[in-house]
């Protein structure tokens, strides 16, 4: 095994663009580059790790499975269940965002809000049907809706309750994807539902759709009709398979960059309406009372937010030296045009690095290198979406919304680093 000549970060490179250490987004792109003390252990020129150090190379491993899982030693990878124990499968599980890299949620981890369990519903046997304001009202098996043209998007979901711990007046104290990761990104397959309403035959005078869950809680929910027309999609499909029962199986309704409650999972019933149905999810639930004592309502897009995962809580740096900041970013309007980084608490930030692809209403993955002195430092992350839309800092959030908040918590998290490198959360 030879060494290679390779380059290691010159004094121009270390050259911090922002405070508390930030360097050029471009920095890694470099190739060949030695990263001090977070690079690999250097060789010596004949090392040779022998085969009887590595048993699993002596004998045949394990056999072929119908169905793969998980490799055992990732089992700390797994969503959080935080149940209400009064009402029966009422709750939520988080996913682990802090565990995760790319954009894509693994299906068995996509986050989970249920209002009253998981049905188990026979495939065979679900029906979605189209009625109220319509010309022609129709029933689907789903055998009959598999049979129109299809189309696939990578979106995120997110429930207008993630984040929520924000409103709280101390900062809690749990794992990146614990405390924002009622967010998950997939890519879901089905019908567009405009060509089933087409197919219906709205009535000019209906404005809403009402979309109904075949869940033992009948979930529903009001959408204004230009939303469903534009760009709803009737899903089979997440992630190249079919839909898991905990996300909606046979059939949800996606209605993108929207709340996470229009997107109704176990999808049975449709209906066109001249008004809203006033349902307990968005008259009780999903909306907020103001400082000036009145509610805002119908609150349906989900404005940008990000999160830095890693570093993030829980984790403590070894030492000190180059780090690559990463995280998410996301946008109910759109695309994310731009995130920047803070590792002074706000003072100065730093564009961070956009990995493609950069798709709408879809996770981004951001990415900057840090350069740790080892003293304390605070690292924020703000999103920027295609609106011109800038994530809010806390106190703003606070300032615009009042303290009676409980939804549409979207504010720049802040990652304090202490000096023995323990990360934990802070308001600052
Ligand atoms: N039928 C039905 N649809 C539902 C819900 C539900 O409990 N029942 N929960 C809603 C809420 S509040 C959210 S945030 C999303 C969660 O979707 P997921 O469990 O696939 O993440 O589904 C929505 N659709
Ligand atoms: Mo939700």
Known sequence: MSRERRDVPST??????????????????????ILSGAGAMVLAADAHAGDDALPWMRKPGRGFSNYGQPSEQERRAIRWISANRTVPGNGVSWTPLHALEGIVTPSGLHFERHHNGVPEIPFERHQLLVHGMVKRPLAFSMADLSRYPMRSQMLFLECGGNSNSGWNKEPLQSRAGYLHGLVSCSEWAGVPLSIVLDEAGVDPQAKWLIAEGADAAAIHISIPLEKAMKDCMLALYQNGERIRPENGYPLRLIVPGWEGILNIKWLHRLELAREPVMARNETARYTELMPDGRARMFTFVMEAKSVITSPSPGETLPGRGLYEIRGLAWSGRGKIRRVEVSADAGRSWAPAQLQEPVLPLCFTRFRIPWNWSGAPAVLKSRAIDETGYVQPEREKLIAERGRNGYFHYNAIAAWQVEDDGEVTHVYR
């Open 12 to 33: 121009e490179d270390l050259q911090p663009v922002a405070g508390g250490g930030l360097l050029d987004r471009r920095l890694f792109l470099k190739r060949g580059l």
